[in-house]
């Protein structure tokens, strides 16, 4: 997968390409050289928004990328349960990962596909970076690379919502790799995100007017989320872009939705394992 590209675009091209309708009650199963390259976390952003296609549960094999994150997780034991070898699948698709851009979902549907390049004109009044999707430590990880790669300052409010209390555990006590042992925390501090909140489904479930970075206002937000029907995080009115946390990290610095061409440079050489 081209290091510029996250699962979380590889599962917006899913997505856009059967509609949120696609897999409406039907398992869908994630296999290929691709797929098997992904760490664990990542094969969780795939397997989370399968919801979002309608699926009922998402599948990828298990491999020794399983067996070494259960190591050290459970005593019990345990027995992998693969698809037979001739099972019948309803529809197959197959994705030339070389071949796809950053993208995002546009409002005011997850299968609302688009280059993110082609969004270069949407003004961002803020960033989200959080949720079961798009809060996991490796996000955190990747959002982090960006912000050092620049050195710059956001433009817009960004919020940190990690997924787990783990996570927020991960963002105070983990350095980045390449860092110089600054942690995530540090880093988004120094580039002028909001602290790292309390672990929480946080504004990505609307709710109270209370809650932390709850959209109050019809604004356009950009957000690492797995879902921007209307009113989703807040505001009936507002617009939410989803996106990876590389795309969300690179337009909270420019408050836009730009994928700049220094974007792909600087991210040519990362491709990082939180262990």
């Known amino acids: 997968m081209p290091d510029y590209l996250l699962a979380k675009d590889l599962i917006l091209q899913i997505i856009g390409e059967i509609s949120v309708?696609?897999?409406?009650?039907?398992?869908?199963?994630?296999?290929?050289?691709?797929?098997?390259?992904?760490?664990?976390?990542?094969?969780?952003?795939?397997?989370?928004?399968?919801?979002e296609a309608g699926g009922k549960n998402g599948i990828i094999p298990a491999d020794a990328t399983t067996f070494k994150y259960l190591e050290g997780?459970?005593?019990?034991?345990?027995?992998?349960?693969?698809?037979?070898a001739q099972a019948g699948h309803l529809a197959e698709y197959r994705i030339d990962v070389t071949k796809l851009e950053p993208l995002v979902a546009?409002?005011?549907?997850?299968?609302?596909?688009?280059?993110?390049?082609?969004?270069?004109?949407?003004?961002?009044?803020?960033?989200?970076?959080?949720?079961?999707?798009?809060?996991?430590?490796e996000d955190f990880v990747a959002a982090a690379r960006v912000f050092l790669a620049s050195g710059d300052k956001v433009k817009v409010?960004?919020?940190?919502?990690?997924a787990t209390q783990k996570v927020w555990m991960d963002?105070?006590?983990?350095?980045?790799?390449?860092?110089g042992c600054k942690t995530c925390s540090e880093i988004f501090e120094q580039?002028?995100?909001?602290?790292?909140?309390?672990?929480?489904?946080?504004?990505?479930v609307g709710g109270p007017l209370d809650i932390y970075a709850r959209m109050n206002e019809p604004q356009v937000c950009l957000s690492t989320t797995n879902r921007n029907f209307p009113g989703r995080m807040g505001h009936k009115e507002?617009?939410?872009?989803?996106?990876?946390?590389?795309?969300?990290?690179?337009?909270?610095?420019?408050?836009?939705?730009?994928?700049?061409?220094?974007?792909?440079?600087?991210?040519?050489?990362?491709?990082?394992?939180?262990?």
């Open 157 to 162: 409010p960004t919020f940190i919502v990690p």
């Open 238 to 275: 507002g617009q939410i872009y989803l996106a990876s946390p590389y795309t969300a990290a690179a337009s909270a610095l420019t408050g836009l939705l730009l994928i700049q061409e220094s974007f792909f440079n600087e991210l040519s050489a990362i491709r990082w394992q939180v262990v």
């Open 106 to 137: 546009k409002p005011h549907s997850p299968d609302n596909r688009g280059l993110a390049r082609e969004c270069k004109d949407v003004k961002l009044h803020r960033v989200y970076i959080g949720s079961c999707t798009g809060g996991k430590t």
């Open 21 to 51: 309708s696609g897999a409406t009650y039907k398992a869908m199963e994630f296999v290929g050289t691709t797929v098997e390259s992904l760490s664990m976390e990542e094969r969780m952003t795939l397997c989370n928004m399968v919801v």
């Open 73 to 84: 997780k459970t005593s019990a034991s345990y027995e992998p349960v693969y698809s037979d």
């Open 171 to 179: 963002l105070y006590t983990l350095p980045v790799p390449g860092s």
């Open 191 to 204: 580039a002028g995100c909001d602290a790292p909140r309390s672990p929480s489904c946080g504004a990505c």
